[in-house]
């Protein structure tokens, strides 16, 4: 378990420590930080895989119901988990997550966002946050203004591509996003064509692209194999993005 902090203490029979190592029992672990976190003095945070949040969503949903300021790590978010396979690989868990009302769920892209979706959900006292945390390393995206991450959704940078110019925009939390005023959204989004790219089921996104935009994503169970061939195999590529584009603005024009 990598949850652990290099300052953390494993409690033990000696007393002491902040740390508990739970065993392969996802559903405990998340109940038992629901009662620290209503009993009050601690921020109860517990780490899993993503796809084994299924074991744990009645904990998870109570947490959300309750309002406890309880936080969520789930890593290996995609079929980038690799070699496991399709049993290991959430496809659905994002937007499922999502779903769950006063939950706020963030999918960071990078170092940055990471640390801003921590902050975030440490400084959060109205309900329960969760970190989807990828396998693989990211790149660092370099953008001029932090503050907007906070707010769900923001637009990172302009590209010319084949004659294109496209906007991008990052989205590390829907939940927080969708909270945000009308104003700010429309801001963040725009009237324009749009497509989103998620490694992740696809209807999620229709609220945010429509009928007419289009979505990069995956609505079957993964393969066992490694990453770069799963994400190539899938469509998650460079290619099939700019792909996207096209076709919705071929529609948007006809």
């Known amino acids: 378990n990598l949850t652990m902090a290099k300052a953390s203490k494993v409690i033990g029979r000696e007393g002491g420590g902040n740390y508990v190592f739970y065993g392969v029992r996802e559903f405990g672990m998340c109940a038992v930080m629901n009662g620290l976190a209503v009993h009050g003095g601690f921020i109860p945070y517990?780490?899993?895989f993503l796809v084994f949040s299924d074991y744990a969503r009645n904990a998870i949903r109570l947490a959300a119901l309750m309002a406890a300021h309880v936080i969520y790590v789930f890593t290996h978010d995609s079929i980038g988990l690799g070699e496991d396979g399709p049993t290991h690989q959430p496809i659905e868990h994002a937007s499922s997550l999502r779903l769950?009302?006063?939950l706020h769920v963030w999918r960071p892209a990078d170092t940055v966002e990471t640390a801003i979706a921590w902050g975030a959900a440490l400084k959060r006292k109205d309900g329960p946050s969760a970190l989807l945390l990828t396998r693989q390393n990211v790149p660092f995206c370099k953008r001029s203004d932090l503050g907007n991450i906070e707010r769900g959704a923001?637009?990172?940078k302009l590209?010319?591509?084949g004659?294109?110019?496209?906007r991008v925009v990052s989205m590390?939390?829907?939940s927080v996003f969708d909270r945000q005023p009308a104003d700010y959204r429309n801001t963040v989004l725009t009237a324009l064509p749009k497509v989103a790219v998620e490694a992740g089921v696809s209807d999620y996104w229709r609220k945010y692209v429509g009928?007419?935009?289009a979505v990069v994503g995956i609505d079957r169970y993964g393969e066992s194999a490694p990453a770069a061939d799963l994400f190539k195999h899938f469509g998650f590529t460079p290619a099939r993005v700019?792909?996207?584009v096209k076709s919705t603005l071929g529609k948007k024009a006809e």
């Open 46 to 48: 517990g780490g899993t």
């Open 100 to 102: 769950m009302p006063n």
């Open 154 to 156: 923001y637009a990172q």
């Open 159 to 161: 590209l010319a591509a």
């Open 163 to 166: 004659g294109i110019p496209v």
């Open 172 to 174: 590390p939390s829907t």
């Open 211 to 213: 009928l007419e935009g």
């Open 242 to 244: 700019a792909e996207a």
